[in-house]
């Protein structure tokens, strides 16, 4: 049992640590964190947070904007409506995520989708190979066409130079989208806010 700031939910230590690891406040590798601020958080609500695309809506990260039915801006109770209650739920230094398993053959493969939401608004979204999932699952691609496990080179093409990099991840402010690169491939796509740098991702001198 996870209890922090008014959220409490339970995790398998599998998952937890996975979306400790995957979620967008600690998804880079060069990040500082921020400092924690207090807000009132609810309780986690608790579905089976499994997903089918036709539940999800359209399969696009859309860049600076949203995934599916859900977009950024909206309430936990908008992502609710629109996706039912998450499986999981995490609290973060700045305020705490949705968690999803979006899948096309009830769980046998999928990707992990992360909801972050901070002030009961949804701030950035991440959608990430789900861990010992049997393969990527549905074709969930970015607005321009980058899909998970297309290899780097594509996003070097379609967006060109990254404005913001680390070891592990290239992000694009402009655009509102980053890249969670492994092995030479997209491993997970963030979609936040167009022209504002995400929460949680510092930039070594």
Known sequence: MI????????????LRRAVVALTALSL??????????????????????????????????REGSGLGAVSLGD??????????????????????SYNYLLSDDGGQTGLLLVVVIYQDRVEQILATLSPHSGGR???????????????????????????????????????????QISRGAVGGILVFPAGSVPPGWGVEP
């Open 75 to 96: 309430s936990a109770a908008d992502v609710e409506r629109a996706w039912s209650q998450p499986s999981e739920c995490l609290p973060l230094p700045r305020g705490y």
């Open 137 to 179: 699952g549905p074709a969930l691609r970015t607005g321009r066409g980058v899909s998970i496990m297309d290899p780097v080179q594509d996003v070097h093409r379609v967006y060109g130079t990254p404005t913001l990099e680390s070891q592990n991840a290239i992000g694009y402010v402009s655009e509102g989208v980053a890249f």
């Open 28 to 61: 880079l590798i060069s990040v500082s964190p921020p400092a924690p601020r207090a807000q009132t958080v609810p309780a986690c609500p608790r579905g089976s947070g499994v997903l089918t695309p036709v539940s999800l809506g359209p399969l696009v990260m």
């Open 3 to 14: 209890q922090s700031s008014g959220v409490s939910c339970r995790m398998s230590p599998t």
